[in-house]
């Protein structure tokens, strides 16, 4: 049997989250929580892209934990690729804000990850595969916050006007509305069967 060629949606991270705990006294922040973000590759060791990734998710999470809330403490969120067909980030964003949430932490509001490819011709592939991020003139990852749909965090990778920019905005703010949907169905049927 040949194996099943990837589409969007195959790409599946694993989030843990560990705390609040106590902090070690070299990352303790006496006004507010320690947020770690760590993000490891299917195989292999992190390297220079995923720690420039941790990067990105640990802003975007650090702006919605109310981490006020537990000074001198440390969060830690674990992030494991178990298969990346396409738009990593993205699903890593929401690997990232189910996490939060199902462990209860304190949230200014929810937010989520899409990613947009621009094609050579111009137009806007939502959820691109590896492949079409590999053929597009420019890839897109925005994280967008459930209150407002502003964008908490914004990534380039190629080339792009400002107009085509927006369209690409206003694209992920309106898939937005389905993946804070999803979070939504996601808790009822959690919470329905306890």
């Not at 990105?56 to 809330?69: K, M, S, W």
């Amino acid at each position: 049997d040949l194996p099943a060629l990837p589409v969007p949606g195959d790409t599946s991270v694993l989030a843990g989250l560990y705390g609040p705990a106590e902090a070690k006294l070299s990352k303790e922040l006496p006004d507010r929580a320690a947020l770690e973000v760590l993000l490891r590759p299917k195989v292999g060791l992190p390297g220079v892209l995923e720690r420039s990734r941790e990067q990105l998710l640990r802003q975007t999470c650090e702006a919605v934990v109310l981490g006020v809330l537990h000074p001198r403490t440390a969060i830690t969120l674990v992030l494991q690729v178990l298969s990346d067909a396409g738009s990593l980030l993205s699903c890593c964003l929401n690997a990232a804000c189910m996490g939060l949430l199902d462990a209860g932490l304190p949230l200014s509001s929810l937010f989520c990850g899409v990613t947009c490819a621009l094609d050579p011709d111009g137009t806007i592939i939502l959820d691109p595969t590896t492949r079409q991020e590999q053929e597009a003139r420019a890839v897109l990852s925005f994280a967008i916050d459930s209150s407002e749909r502003k964008v908490l965090m914004a990534t380039t990778k190629g080339s792009c006007s400002m107009e085509e920019m927006q369209q690409c905005l206003a694209a992920a703010q309106r898939a937005a509305d389905t993946i804070f949907q999803f979070y939504r169905d996601s808790m009822r049927r959690k919470y329905s069967k306890s």
